[in-house]
Protein backbone atom coordinates (compact mmCIF):
# COMPACT_ATOMS: atom_id res chain seq x y z
CA UNK A 1 0.00 0.00 0.00
CA UNK A 2 1.32 2.75 -1.28
CA UNK A 3 -0.23 6.37 -0.79
CA UNK A 4 0.50 10.50 -0.47
CA UNK A 5 -1.63 12.78 1.03
CA UNK A 6 -2.78 15.67 -1.19
CA UNK A 7 -1.25 19.11 -0.20
CA UNK A 8 -4.61 21.07 0.49
CA UNK A 9 -7.95 19.06 1.75
CA UNK A 10 -9.77 21.72 -0.66
CA UNK A 11 -12.63 20.55 -3.32
CA UNK A 12 -11.44 18.96 -6.13
CA UNK A 13 -12.35 20.49 -9.01
CA UNK A 14 -13.16 16.97 -10.91
CA UNK A 15 -16.23 14.85 -10.56
CA UNK A 16 -15.34 11.90 -8.40
CA UNK A 17 -17.48 10.09 -10.33
CA UNK A 18 -14.85 9.68 -13.31
CA UNK A 19 -12.42 8.47 -11.29
CA UNK A 20 -14.90 4.99 -11.32
CA UNK A 21 -15.43 5.63 -15.29
CA UNK A 22 -11.60 6.07 -15.51
CA UNK A 23 -10.62 3.25 -13.93
CA UNK A 24 -13.53 0.86 -15.44
CA UNK A 25 -11.94 2.12 -19.11
CA UNK A 26 -8.47 0.75 -18.46
CA UNK A 27 -10.19 -2.09 -16.89
CA UNK A 28 -11.86 -3.19 -19.75
CA UNK A 29 -9.05 -2.50 -22.38
CA UNK A 30 -6.84 -5.01 -20.44
CA UNK A 31 -10.07 -7.54 -19.11
CA UNK A 32 -11.92 -8.82 -22.10
CA UNK A 33 -14.70 -10.60 -19.22
CA UNK A 34 -15.15 -7.43 -17.41
CA UNK A 35 -18.82 -6.19 -17.85
CA UNK A 36 -20.87 -2.94 -16.47
CA UNK A 37 -24.30 -3.35 -15.80
CA UNK A 38 -26.26 0.64 -15.23
CA UNK A 39 -29.75 0.70 -13.97
CA UNK A 40 -30.81 3.61 -16.46
CA UNK A 41 -28.38 6.18 -14.58
CA UNK A 42 -25.51 6.58 -17.11
CA UNK A 43 -25.59 9.92 -17.34
CA UNK A 44 -25.48 10.67 -13.24
CA UNK A 45 -21.49 8.51 -13.24
CA UNK A 46 -20.73 9.09 -17.08
CA UNK A 47 -20.07 5.53 -18.06
CA UNK A 48 -21.92 6.35 -21.25
CA UNK A 49 -17.99 7.39 -22.07
CA UNK A 50 -17.73 3.34 -21.99
CA UNK A 51 -20.59 2.57 -23.59
CA UNK A 52 -19.41 4.32 -26.64
CA UNK A 53 -15.91 2.58 -26.36
CA UNK A 54 -17.11 -1.37 -25.26
CA UNK A 55 -20.77 -1.03 -26.74
CA UNK A 56 -21.14 -5.14 -26.14
CA UNK A 57 -19.66 -5.18 -22.58
CA UNK A 58 -22.08 -2.08 -21.21
CA UNK A 59 -25.50 -2.85 -20.60
CA UNK A 60 -28.61 -0.49 -19.35
CA UNK A 61 -30.97 -2.96 -17.57
CA UNK A 62 -33.21 0.13 -17.30
CA UNK A 63 -35.22 0.79 -13.26
CA UNK A 64 -35.18 -2.67 -12.92
CA UNK A 65 -32.05 -3.23 -10.10
CA UNK A 66 -32.90 -6.57 -8.80
CA UNK A 67 -33.13 -8.04 -12.19
CA UNK A 68 -29.89 -6.32 -12.78
CA UNK A 69 -28.25 -7.97 -10.42
CA UNK A 70 -29.70 -11.07 -10.94
CA UNK A 71 -28.11 -10.15 -14.77
CA UNK A 72 -24.55 -9.85 -13.13
CA UNK A 73 -24.46 -12.68 -11.36
CA UNK A 74 -25.54 -15.00 -14.30
CA UNK A 75 -23.04 -13.44 -16.62
CA UNK A 76 -20.48 -13.94 -13.52
CA UNK A 77 -20.90 -17.67 -13.27
CA UNK A 78 -20.43 -17.87 -17.12
CA UNK A 79 -17.13 -16.47 -16.60
CA UNK A 80 -16.91 -12.72 -16.90
CA UNK A 81 -16.30 -10.26 -14.16
CA UNK A 82 -19.91 -8.40 -13.53
CA UNK A 83 -20.09 -4.79 -12.24
CA UNK A 84 -23.27 -2.88 -11.75
CA UNK A 85 -23.76 0.60 -10.16
CA UNK A 86 -27.46 2.53 -9.26
CA UNK A 87 -28.44 4.55 -6.67
CA UNK A 88 -27.09 3.51 -3.52
CA UNK A 89 -30.46 3.49 -1.66
CA UNK A 90 -31.23 0.80 -3.91
CA UNK A 91 -27.89 -1.32 -4.13
CA UNK A 92 -28.83 -1.56 -0.40
CA UNK A 93 -32.38 -1.89 0.51
CA UNK A 94 -33.69 -2.72 -2.78
CA UNK A 95 -31.29 -5.47 -4.51
CA UNK A 96 -29.83 -6.84 -1.01
CA UNK A 97 -32.11 -10.81 -1.57
CA UNK A 98 -30.06 -11.02 -5.03
CA UNK A 99 -27.10 -9.65 -3.65
CA UNK A 100 -26.72 -12.20 -0.65
CA UNK A 101 -27.74 -15.16 -2.71
CA UNK A 102 -27.12 -14.77 -6.16
CA UNK A 103 -23.98 -12.86 -5.37
CA UNK A 104 -22.81 -14.05 -2.17
CA UNK A 105 -24.26 -17.30 -1.65
CA UNK A 106 -23.60 -18.57 -4.87
CA UNK A 107 -19.61 -17.28 -5.01
CA UNK A 108 -19.64 -14.83 -7.66
CA UNK A 109 -17.41 -11.40 -8.66
CA UNK A 110 -20.28 -9.22 -8.75
CA UNK A 111 -19.01 -5.59 -7.65
CA UNK A 112 -21.87 -3.67 -6.57
CA UNK A 113 -21.21 0.46 -7.07
CA UNK A 114 -23.82 2.47 -5.30
CA UNK A 115 -23.51 6.11 -5.95
CA UNK A 116 -24.66 9.34 -3.53
CA UNK A 117 -24.16 7.93 -0.13
CA UNK A 118 -25.07 9.30 3.33
CA UNK A 119 -26.05 13.01 2.77
CA UNK A 120 -24.11 13.31 -0.57
CA UNK A 121 -27.20 12.31 -1.88
CA UNK A 122 -28.23 15.96 -0.40
CA UNK A 123 -31.33 16.95 -2.22
CA UNK A 124 -32.36 14.05 -4.41
CA UNK A 125 -34.33 14.23 -0.88
CA UNK A 126 -35.04 11.51 2.45
CA UNK A 127 -36.15 8.31 0.31
CA UNK A 128 -32.51 8.32 -1.55
CA UNK A 129 -30.25 9.20 1.55
CA UNK A 130 -28.95 5.56 2.35
CA UNK A 131 -27.43 5.43 5.86
CA UNK A 132 -27.86 1.39 6.20
CA UNK A 133 -26.09 0.56 2.71
CA UNK A 134 -22.70 -0.72 3.74
CA UNK A 135 -24.36 -1.94 6.89
CA UNK A 136 -26.27 -4.49 4.97
CA UNK A 137 -23.22 -5.72 3.32
CA UNK A 138 -21.22 -6.51 6.08
CA UNK A 139 -24.10 -9.16 6.68
CA UNK A 140 -22.88 -11.44 3.14
CA UNK A 141 -19.94 -13.77 3.83
CA UNK A 142 -16.91 -13.06 2.21
CA UNK A 143 -18.17 -9.89 0.82
CA UNK A 144 -15.81 -6.34 0.79
CA UNK A 145 -17.04 -3.74 1.51
CA UNK A 146 -15.63 0.06 0.88
CA UNK A 147 -16.37 3.58 1.64
CA UNK A 148 -13.33 5.59 -0.68
CA UNK A 149 -13.10 9.37 0.02
CA UNK A 150 -11.87 10.69 -3.55
CA UNK A 151 -11.13 10.69 -6.96
CA UNK A 152 -7.47 8.62 -6.20
CA UNK A 153 -8.95 6.35 -3.88
CA UNK A 154 -12.23 5.43 -5.72
CA UNK A 155 -9.96 5.17 -8.58
CA UNK A 156 -7.77 2.81 -6.84
CA UNK A 157 -9.84 1.14 -5.53
CA UNK A 158 -12.29 0.43 -8.72
CA UNK A 159 -9.10 -1.91 -9.52
CA UNK A 160 -9.04 -3.89 -6.84
CA UNK A 161 -12.38 -4.84 -7.14
CA UNK A 162 -11.76 -6.11 -10.08
CA UNK A 163 -9.38 -8.29 -8.72
CA UNK A 164 -11.74 -9.54 -5.53
CA UNK A 165 -13.20 -13.34 -6.49
CA UNK A 166 -16.59 -12.20 -4.39
CA UNK A 167 -18.97 -10.10 -4.76
CA UNK A 168 -17.81 -6.63 -3.33
CA UNK A 169 -19.40 -3.48 -2.29
CA UNK A 170 -18.45 0.32 -3.13
CA UNK A 171 -20.04 3.64 -2.01
CA UNK A 172 -19.40 6.24 -4.91
CA UNK A 173 -19.52 10.06 -3.93
CA UNK A 174 -20.51 11.41 -7.19
CA UNK A 175 -19.28 15.24 -7.61
CA UNK A 176 -18.54 17.34 -3.97
CA UNK A 177 -15.56 16.02 -2.36
CA UNK A 178 -12.27 17.38 -0.57
CA UNK A 179 -8.98 16.10 -2.08
CA UNK A 180 -7.47 14.03 0.31
CA UNK A 181 -5.08 11.43 -1.70
CA UNK A 182 -2.33 12.36 -4.97
CA UNK A 183 -3.34 10.62 -7.41
CA UNK A 184 -1.43 7.25 -8.28
CA UNK A 185 -2.18 6.42 -4.47
CA UNK A 186 -2.35 2.70 -4.29
CA UNK A 187 -4.51 0.53 -1.34
CA UNK A 188 -4.41 -2.46 0.20
CA UNK A 189 -7.75 -4.69 0.50
CA UNK A 190 -7.99 -5.43 4.54
CA UNK A 191 -5.97 -2.40 5.82
CA UNK A 192 -6.54 0.76 7.11
CA UNK A 193 -4.71 3.72 5.98
CA UNK A 194 -2.85 5.70 8.61
CA UNK A 195 -2.70 9.20 7.80
CA UNK A 196 -1.59 11.08 10.92
CA UNK A 197 0.56 9.32 13.72
CA UNK A 198 -1.08 10.75 17.47
CA UNK A 199 -1.06 9.39 21.09
CA UNK A 200 -3.75 10.85 22.86
CA UNK A 201 -6.91 9.73 21.05
CA UNK A 202 -7.63 7.81 17.54
CA UNK A 203 -10.04 8.92 15.24
CA UNK A 204 -11.14 6.26 12.57
CA UNK A 205 -13.33 7.62 9.65
CA UNK A 206 -14.09 6.85 6.03
CA UNK A 207 -15.75 8.16 2.93
CA UNK A 208 -16.10 11.99 3.10
CA UNK A 209 -15.64 12.14 6.70
CA UNK A 210 -11.95 11.58 6.40
CA UNK A 211 -11.54 15.22 5.36
CA UNK A 212 -13.27 16.46 8.26
CA UNK A 213 -11.05 13.90 10.72
CA UNK A 214 -7.84 15.46 9.32
CA UNK A 215 -9.64 18.71 9.95
CA UNK A 216 -10.19 18.06 13.74
CA UNK A 217 -7.12 16.83 14.46
CA UNK A 218 -5.50 19.83 13.21
CA UNK A 219 -8.21 21.73 15.76
CA UNK A 220 -7.22 18.97 18.57
CA UNK A 221 -3.24 20.03 17.96
CA UNK A 222 -4.26 23.87 18.31
CA UNK A 223 -5.69 22.60 21.80
CA UNK A 224 -2.65 19.91 22.71
CA UNK A 225 -3.98 17.11 21.62
CA UNK A 226 -2.44 14.92 19.64
CA UNK A 227 -4.78 13.25 17.44
CA UNK A 228 -4.23 10.15 15.60
CA UNK A 229 -6.53 9.81 12.20
CA UNK A 230 -7.17 6.52 10.33
CA UNK A 231 -8.49 5.89 7.20
CA UNK A 232 -10.81 2.98 7.29
CA UNK A 233 -12.00 2.75 3.82
CA UNK A 234 -12.39 -0.63 4.31
CA UNK A 235 -15.22 -1.86 6.08
CA UNK A 236 -15.52 -5.17 5.52
CA UNK A 237 -12.21 -7.24 5.75
CA UNK A 238 -11.38 -4.76 9.04
CA UNK A 239 -8.20 -4.41 9.83
CA UNK A 240 -8.68 -5.66 13.10
CA UNK A 241 -4.64 -5.58 14.14
CA UNK A 242 -4.41 -1.83 13.46
CA UNK A 243 -7.79 -0.81 15.50
CA UNK A 244 -6.23 -2.71 18.57
CA UNK A 245 -2.87 -1.32 18.43
CA UNK A 246 -4.52 2.05 17.95
CA UNK A 247 -6.52 1.56 20.71
CA UNK A 248 -3.80 0.37 23.17
CA UNK A 249 -1.67 3.64 22.50
CA UNK A 250 -4.38 6.34 22.19
CA UNK A 251 -6.70 4.41 24.84
CA UNK A 252 -9.31 6.20 23.16
CA UNK A 253 -11.45 5.68 20.17
CA UNK A 254 -13.72 8.05 17.81
CA UNK A 255 -15.36 6.66 14.39
CA UNK A 256 -17.16 9.20 12.08
CA UNK A 257 -18.73 7.72 9.00
CA UNK A 258 -21.49 9.07 6.63
CA UNK A 259 -24.10 6.50 7.57
CA UNK A 260 -25.96 4.88 10.42
CA UNK A 261 -23.60 4.01 14.06
CA UNK A 262 -25.66 0.89 14.75
CA UNK A 263 -25.13 -0.90 11.66
CA UNK A 264 -22.08 0.74 10.20
CA UNK A 265 -18.14 1.28 10.81
CA UNK A 266 -18.62 2.57 14.59
CA UNK A 267 -20.24 -0.72 15.08
CA UNK A 268 -17.75 -3.09 13.83
CA UNK A 269 -15.03 -1.49 15.44
CA UNK A 270 -16.68 -1.71 19.18
CA UNK A 271 -17.08 -5.32 17.91
CA UNK A 272 -13.60 -5.35 17.88
CA UNK A 273 -12.76 -3.81 21.13
CA UNK A 274 -15.28 -5.71 22.99
CA UNK A 275 -13.35 -8.80 22.21
CA UNK A 276 -9.66 -8.26 22.07
CA UNK A 277 -9.47 -4.39 23.83
CA UNK A 278 -11.98 -2.55 25.57
CA UNK A 279 -11.62 0.87 25.22
CA UNK A 280 -13.86 3.95 25.31
CA UNK A 281 -15.22 4.97 22.15
CA UNK A 282 -17.50 7.73 20.62
CA UNK A 283 -19.36 7.63 17.47
CA UNK A 284 -19.71 10.01 15.03
CA UNK A 285 -22.46 9.19 12.20
CA UNK A 286 -26.51 8.85 12.05
CA UNK A 287 -27.92 8.38 15.37
CA UNK A 288 -31.21 6.57 13.91
CA UNK A 289 -32.80 8.86 11.94
CA UNK A 290 -33.92 9.38 8.70
CA UNK A 291 -32.82 11.30 6.07
CA UNK A 292 -34.11 14.97 4.24
CA UNK A 293 -33.66 17.26 1.07
CA UNK A 294 -31.08 19.41 1.89
CA UNK A 295 -27.49 20.75 0.47
CA UNK A 296 -24.54 18.63 1.61
CA UNK A 297 -23.65 21.12 3.85
CA UNK A 298 -26.39 21.74 6.06
CA UNK A 299 -26.82 18.24 6.28
CA UNK A 300 -23.09 17.16 7.92
CA UNK A 301 -24.05 20.29 10.28
CA UNK A 302 -28.00 18.87 11.24
CA UNK A 303 -26.41 15.19 11.77
CA UNK A 304 -23.50 15.99 13.33
CA UNK A 305 -20.53 15.01 10.93
CA UNK A 306 -18.72 18.44 11.11
CA UNK A 307 -15.02 18.55 11.93
CA UNK A 308 -16.56 20.57 14.97
CA UNK A 309 -18.33 17.73 15.92
CA UNK A 310 -15.27 15.35 15.46
CA UNK A 311 -13.37 17.73 17.87
CA UNK A 312 -16.58 17.16 21.09
CA UNK A 313 -16.41 13.27 20.35
CA UNK A 314 -12.83 13.40 21.05
CA UNK A 315 -12.94 14.81 24.04
CA UNK A 316 -15.53 12.93 25.71
CA UNK A 317 -13.57 10.07 24.57
CA UNK A 318 -10.42 11.03 26.45
CA UNK A 319 -12.39 12.09 29.57
CA UNK A 320 -13.72 8.71 29.89
CA UNK A 321 -10.10 7.51 29.69
CA UNK A 322 -10.22 7.20 33.91
Known sequence: MTYTLANTYSIDPRDNRDAYQDAMSELMKENDKIIHIDCDLMGCINTGRIKELYPERVFNAGIAEANALGVGAGMAAAGMISFMHTFAVFAGRRIFDQAFLSAGYSELPVHVIGSDPGVTAAINGATHMPFEDCGLYLNIPNALVLDPCD???????????????????MRLIRRTFKKVYADGSEFEIGKGAVLK???????????????????????????????????????????????????????????AENHQVETGLGSAISNVLARRCPTPQEFIGIQNRYGQAAPQAYLEEEYGLTAADIVKAAKRAIERKG
Open 151 to 169: YAQTYALTKECAKYPYVSY
Open 197 to 255: SGKDVCIIASGIMVSNALRASEMLKEEGIDAQVIDMFCWKPLDEELIVESARKCGAIVT
